[in-house]
């Protein structure tokens, strides 16, 4: 009896492993550390739901981020994809806004990278925090508009918003420059202490305390005021 | 020429049998196009001989044919397997592009990415080769720097290094991940295909071939607008997404008619296809004719004759001439079975409320119609007729009628329209649809009808078949009960969730078509 299959005998079934596999498997793997980091921060920092914005639980929510991402090896890739999971993905059954954005702002600034551009303009949620501590020698770019405390505790880093910020941007920088294209929101550069932030649209208020550094709205300097008939 | 058959032919007879003899009819040469490697059209691979012969100038001809199909059974094998997955790319990419041809654009190159990836990770393939030595445009490039990162390959490319750095992290063969890969790869590219389109890169032909409609059969669209209309969440989504491939999807389903005259003014309401496409998910089995006893006995087979058995029965060609017990052979008769008498599946007016207070089926999802509709569908597929009155504010001008049709689309138009007004029906519109055969009525509606009690009394002379599904609970609906309450022929469903529409309209009705069966 002739074997119905016989044709099929002499053909290899032998699977080749592309590169594309190893990238994908290393990928994931990261992006299963970076949630899993960032579901710890938000179990510890956030017991009932509520992360209430006070300077204390930002330096320990930041702290933590810091410690849980210590030996992850990731890229800018990885920081995107993760602002996208954030963003839409059921991997991550909630999204508190604070710690998410001081989570980000942690892996931003340990990254490998100096300059690093995240185009947030296709996220349908807002992040707060972003540029959080900023170190001196990077550069992060925003495209698109941003939520509250963008570049608070600056410290030297150069950020760029391509796009309007919420209220307390810059609040508490130290040091480095912050650029909005668009308009920013109230109480712009409370509490700052050196440093500049340029905006190109509306300021809607600026910090009632100001410690240091200047604010500058379309190239004229408005904070502080009594700096400018000194020069 | 017999030289060009016989080489397509060896190489085909390779390329399938390394496929694993995908069934797939025989490829043919194209003699006339020249700008795209292939098309295929109803399953059949063309392959563009002016193409192949350009190849030729680098690489081996019949690497570049291997290749070639490679390419093609492969789109064929793993992506995108059917017309529903296509349209579930292309709706995603058009998520994210919001715009109707670079969103066919990037679909077609994601279903490039995935088949040739399918295909290099699972056999040995001369594609890479062909990928060399072709013609680039700027989505090309990135592509193939895409290819060498993920496959490992030179193919030539300088540049796009960030770009394939980002499109390499994605996983394409992970076709449960499909949908939102897709977004991603949509999103990556956007901007190349921003840059395309400035400068008219768009209208150029991917150099491997277009992703036409036209390589479904009609029964494969048939079936993909079925399962998409399952998968979509509004009428609406469906719509845009038809309206969108509305040209190709009729070319495909009717390649003839536009020779006909039909091409130009030919178009598809997207919202009664989903209608219709979603009603036929839940289509009744058509129950087969049944089986009865004819009351005649026929010989059916041989047992020994025994003393005392009738001699009439016996057998003699089988008993060697000789009547002895255990020897002797005689028939066994049974009672033969035919088709029974066919009982008809009566006809079906249907009653459809289209008043303000029920959903407009335009807008979302209305399950009243989409109760209709599969009512519809069963009677249809039962060999039956549907009539259908339409009704907002009948007296005021607000209602339609259809009389008795088969024809599906008027039907499902019908049922589709929305008056959204006030709600009363005519009872003479009613009437005038009924026969002498006595049809069944069908009505979906909120029971708020201002006449409820005319039409409370016009079921109570007649002795039609009346199922009555009504959305929602309120104080008409209360008096329409209690009044039908001792009438055996009238069926009330109420809904508490609409999703249920579907399920309990049909579950009565096949109870009906299979009472019908009854003797």
Same mark, same amino acid.
């Given at each position: 009896m002739r074997n119905p299959f016989k044709e099929f005998g002499c053909l290899s079934v032998e699977k080749k492993e592309l590169p594309l596999e190893r990238i994908v498997r290393a990928r994931e793997e990261v992006m299963g550390q970076m949630i899993h980091g960032y579901l710890k921060l938000v179990e510890e920092e956030v017991k009932d739901l509520v992360w209430l914005v006070e300077h204390s639980r930002v330096v320990k929510a930041y702290s933590a981020a810091v410690k849980s991402i210590r030996d992850l090896q990731y890229d800018v890739d990885d920081i995107e994809e993760f602002c996208g999971e954030l963003d839409s993905s059921n991997k991550i059954p909630y999204m508190i806004s604070g710690p998410a954005g001081i989570y980000v702002s942690a892996l931003i600034n340990h990254a490998k990278e100096d300059r690093i551009v995240l185009r947030l303009r296709d996220y349908q949620r807002t992040f707060h925090f972003? &540029?959080?501590?900023? !170190?001196? &020698?990077k550069t992060l770019i925003l495209q698109g508009d941003v939520g509250d405390f963008v570049g608070a505790g600056l410290s030297g880093g150069r950020l760029v918003v391509e796009g309007s910020v919420g209220n307390w941007c810059g609040a508490g920088m130290m040091k480095g420059e912050i650029q909005i294209t668009e308009n920013s929101g109230q109480n712009t550069g409370e509490w700052m202490r050196g440093g500049e932030i340029h905006v190109e649209g509306r300021i809607r208020s600026v910090g009632k305390t100001l410690f240091g550094g200047r604010i500058f709205q379309r190239g004229k300097l408005?904070? !502080?005021?009594d700096l400018e008939l000194d020069i | 020429m017999e030289d060009k058959e016989k080489t397509l032919r060896e190489i085909w007879k390779d390329v399938r049998r390394k496929h694993l003899f995908p069934e797939l009819p025989h490829p043919i040469w194209d003699e006339q196009e020249e700008r795209v490697a292939l098309d295929i059209k109803d399953k059949r691979i063309s392959i563009s001989e002016s193409f192949v012969q350009e190849l030729s100038q680098f690489m081996d001809p019949v690497q570049a044919i291997s290749g070639l199909l490679d390419h093609a059974v492969s789109h064929y094998l793993h992506c995108p397997w059917d017309l529903s997955t296509h349209l579930r790319l292309y709706r995603e990419a058009k998520k994210v592009l919001k715009d109707k041809q670079m969103a066919q654009k990037a679909t077609g190159y994601f279903m490039d990415v995935v088949a040739d990836t399918m295909c290099i990770s699972q056999k040995e393939s001369h594609l890479p080769e062909v990928y060399r030595h072709i013609r680039r445009g700027i989505m090309d490039e990135a592509l193939h720097a895409l290819y060498q990162k993920i496959?490992?390959?030179?193919?030539?490319v300088k540049g796009y290094e960030e770009v394939a750095r980002k499109l390499s992290r994605l996983p394409y063969l992970d076709r449960k991940k499909w949908t939102e890969t897709i977004k991603k790869f949509a999103k990556i590219v956007q901007s190349l295909l921003e840059v395309e389109e400035k400068f008219g890169g768009?209208?150029?032909?991917n150099p491997m071939g277009e992703h036409s409609l036209q390589q479904y059969s009609s029964e494969e669209i048939n079936e993909g607008l079925k399962q998409f209309a399952k998968e979509v969440e509004t009428p609406g989504e469906f719509k845009e997404i038809v309206e969108d491939l509305q040209e190709e999807l009729l070319e495909a389903m009717e390649p003839n008619e536009r020779g006909m005259g039909l091409g130009p003014g030919r178009s598809l309401d997207a919202d009664v296809l989903y209608y219709m496409k979603l009603a036929e998910n839940y289509s009744l089995p058509v129950r087969k004719m049944p089986l009865e006893k004819s009351g005649a006995l026929y010989p059916y087979q041989h047992v020994p004759w025994e003393v005392g058995m009738p001699f009439r029965d016996i057998d003699p060609w089988t008993s060697f001439g000789k009547i002895m017990p255990g020897i002797t052979q005689m028939w066994q008769r049974r009672e033969g079975e035919m088709f029974g008498r066919e009982e008809a599946t009566p006809d079906c007016i249907v009653l459809i409320d289209s008043s303000g207070?029920?959903?407009?089926p335009r807008q979302s999802l209305s399950y009243a119609v989409l109760g209709a509709a599969c009512a519809c569908d069963a009677y249809l597929r039962n060999d039956a007729q549907v009539a259908v009155y339409n009704f907002s504010d009948a007296k005021a001008g607000g209602s339609q009628i259809l009389p008795f049709t088969r024809h599906r689309m008027a039907i499902y138009k019908t049922l589709c329209h929305y008056f959204g007004g006030g709600t009363k029906l005519l009872i003479e519109d009613i009437e005038s649809l009924q026969t002498r055969n006595n049809p069944d009525i069908f009505l979906i509606t909120?029971?708020?009808?201002?006449n409820l009690e005319t039409l409370i009394q016009y079921f109570n002379e007649k002795n039609n078949r009346v199922t009555a599904v009504h959305i929602g609970d309120n104080e008409h609906v209360r008096t329409f009960r209690k009044s039908m309450a001792l009438r055996k022929n009238v069926a009330i469903f109420s809904v508490e969730k609409k999703e249920d529409i579907p399920k309990i309209v049909l579950g009565r009705i096949k109870e009906y078509f299979h009472s019908a069966t009854r003797f």
């Open positions: 972003l &540029g959080y501590r900023l !170190p001196e &020698g408005v904070m !502080p005021q | 496959w490992g390959v030179d193919l030539g768009l209208n150029r032909p207070s029920m959903t407009n909120d029971m708020q009808i201002t």
